[in-house]
């Protein structure tokens, strides 16, 4: 399973966009790059998943580069709301016997 | 996106005894079932893997004969720690995956367990 490596934590104040990169430099060729957003007290939701180059949805874009040994979660204009861990995991989820490992996740803090 | 519930949602037991937490899938079929432990201020840990109908998968250092896993419909499994120790205090939180969504992963709210 490929390890990843991520910021311990990051500060930003509201309305700037925040990007948070994830090291993955042994992903394998049928991996996917997955990002989970934790509250404190609840279970991990799904923000973002792809492959390679860019995916957008309607909170956060994923940039991958050519070689997918890492990729950066982008949040536009963030608010307080988004103070959160954020976590980068690599897998392949189109193997039905992978597991999602965790890593040690981004602190996110939002200032006002 | 689908949803999974887990019950109770917060539990406070005695040292020395037993107890159950369920993971329900409401919308979907789980073909399998991930039991994972967070201490405070730390990542998600996987306890174990399970498939319905099978026996679990424990991850290592994690005693099967104390987390008692069973996941014996699509959409319930439930983890019983037996005899509770304080250590035992933590967040538990399960996932569901189904093959009808590319195997995409969807968690669980989380129990809270104190031991006292």
């Known amino acids: 399973l490929a390890k990843t490596t991520q910021p311990i934590s990051m500060d930003s104040y509201e309305g700037q966009e925040v990007n948070i990169t994830c090291s993955h430099n042994n992903i394998a060729t049928n991996d996917y790059i997955t990002w989970y957003q934790q509250f404190p007290s609840q279970g991990p939701r799904f923000i973002i998943q792809?492959?390679?180059t860019k995916v957008t949805n309607e909170v956060a874009s994923l940039f991958i580069p050519a070689d997918r040994k890492s990729s950066t979660l982008s949040l536009p204009r963030v608010s307080l709301s988004d103070t959160a861990v954020y976590y980068c995991l690599v897998a392949n989820s189109m193997d039905s016997s992978y597991k999602l490992i965790f890593g040690s996740g981004t602190r996110l803090l939002v200032r006002p | 996106g689908a949803v999974v519930s887990q019950h109770p949602s917060w539990v406070i037991c005695k040292s020395g005894t037993s107890v159950k937490i369920e993971c329900r899938s409401l919308d979907f079929q789980a073909t399998t079932m991930f039991w994972y432990r967070q201490f405070p201020k730390q990542s998600l840990m996987l306890m174990a893997t399970?498939?319905?109908?099978?026996?679990?998968?424990?991850e290592q250092g994690v005693e099967k004969d104390k987390f008692l896993i069973n996941h014996a419909s699509l959409t319930l499994s439930t983890l019983t720690v037996t005899s509770a120790h304080p250590e035992d205090s933590s967040f538990y939180i399960c996932s569901g995956r189904t093959s009808a969504t590319n195997y995409e992963q969807y968690f669980g709210p989380g129990t809270r367990l104190t031991v006292t």
């Open positions: 399970s498939n319905e109908g099978s026996k679990a998968t424990y």
């Open positions: 792809g492959y390679k």
